[in-house]
């Protein structure tokens, strides 16, 4: 077998502990300052909520075109950038927009030109009396008014009213009323009905209507406030339920003491990786959390073929007075070459993925890229120096049975 380090290296990397253990104390710390202080974690559409669509246009443009045209079609991007070949004329543009109607009440920091359900209510109650209203973001193509008894209600000046102050068209007004309750709702256009009028105004490199036109809307994902929010609960519980199936995992295929070890190194290594796209502002979505559990899959394979080694290696020590640590430092170094050919193949590949991947694939090949080095990193100097200090624990913890047993 190629080997990169001779096999009877005998590198002191238990001695070399605690100088990398207060590395790895202040790069969490780091991380944790970014992650719950400033800047704070930059969430995709999955988890923020907002819109995302794929847009095709009729010629060559450039990004910096397709946030003005964006603009002037009022999606207010948040993020555009091409999507596959250049050749395709094909952008990703994402947005906060879910509706056409986007927050319940004004904000400060609401945009100017942004259209909120009290600029609706407050047109209708131009016309009628409007004693409650209810507008929700998982639903927000649809307002819910209840009129006071003995309104004027006249469906066509409430529309025309609606028109002409806040600028929406092509509404419906139903009544939901039952008993003395005088019930309305009022049903927005939907939003890809609403970006696909507005683009064919803002250029003519879109007009998916033209004969032979090869302009369009390929793909529009909405995720609302509320979902996101689950989402980003599953995909953080995924993980804490991964780590915990690794404590109990490790616990019965090894042993009690090296269980710690695996699952602190496996955290370590996540909390650095998203560490890391929080100070580079990296956006997080569903697929950068596959990516950390990818990590966790990847780094506790690695710590298992250490563990593994020491495992052996202390079997097979026939000395009754054994060493663990300078048994621990020949199990590391008997894999040492082992892992660093798997972690430079790996290598190789993931950050083809993040060379000549785009968009989230190339934020995918970054994860892994850093849990790779990370994860190589923590089965040397965080999974094993906790597994010796686990054993240490336990071995005080058993002296004080075994002198009362004595006794």
Not at 106 to 112: A, F, G, V
Not at 348 to 365: C, D, E
Request: charged fraction near 25%.
């Amino acid at each position: 077998m190629f080997n990169i380090i001779d096999p009877d290296t005998r590198i002191d990397f238990i001695g070399k502990q605690r100088p990398f253990a207060i590395l790895s104390g202040i790069v969490l710390v780091l991380c944790a300052l970014a992650i719950f202080g400033y800047p704070g974690p930059k969430y995709g559409t999955d988890f923020s909520g907002g819109t995302e669509l794929i847009v095709k246009f009729s010629k060559s443009l450039n990004s910096g075109d397709i946030r003005e045209i964006a603009e002037r079609a009022g999606i207010e991007p948040e993020k555009v950038q091409r999507y596959g070949e250049p050749s395709a004329n094909e952008f990703m543009i994402q947005t906060q927009k879910i509706s056409v109607v986007d927050q319940k009440e004004r904000k400060d920091n609401t945009k100017e030109g942004t259209t909120t359900a009290e600029d609706v209510v407050e047109a209708v109650r131009a016309e009628s009396d409007v004693s409650e209203w209810t507008w929700s973001g998982e639903n927000p193509n649809r307002l819910d008014l209840t009129f006071k008894e003995g309104a004027d209600i006249d469906t066509d000046r409430i529309i025309d009213s609606i028109e002409e102050s806040v600028g929406l068209s092509d509404l419906e007004i139903n009544p939901r009323t039952a008993g003395s309750t005088r019930r309305y709702v009022i049903e927005f256009q939907g939003l890809q009905m609403s970006i696909t009028k507005n683009l064919k105004e803002a250029t003519d490199a879109f007009d998916p209507d033209a004969e032979g036109s090869v302009a369009g809307i390929k793909r529009l994902e909405t995720v609302g406030p509320r979902a996101g929010q689950q989402l980003w609960n599953s995909g953080v519980f995924s993980i804490l339920v991964a780590l915990f199936c690794i404590l109990v995992y490790v616990a019965f295929r090894f042993d009690l003491r090296y269980a710690p070890g695996a699952v602190a190194a496996l955290a370590h290594d996540v909390a650095i990786a998203v560490g890391f796209f929080t100070l580079l502002q990296l956006e997080i979505s569903l697929p950068i959390i596959a990516a950390f559990l990818t990590i966790i899959g990847y780094s506790l394979n690695d710590t298992i073929v250490v563990f593994d080694r020491i495992r052996e290696n202390l079997e097979s020590t026939t000395s009754v007075e054994h060493n663990l640590a300078d048994i621990s430092n020949r199990g590391i170094n008997d894999m040492l070459s082992r892992t660093i050919n798997t972690s430079l193949t790996t290598l190789l590949a993931v950050t083809s993925l993040a060379y000549l991947g785009g968009g989230l694939i190339q934020n995918f090949g970054i994860a892994l890229i850093v849990g790779v080095i990370v994860g190589t990193y923590s089965s040397v100097f965080v999974a094993t120096p906790v597994m010796l200090r686990m054993d240490e624990w336990l071995q005080d913890w058993r002296e004080p049975e075994e002198e009362v047993a004595i006794e």
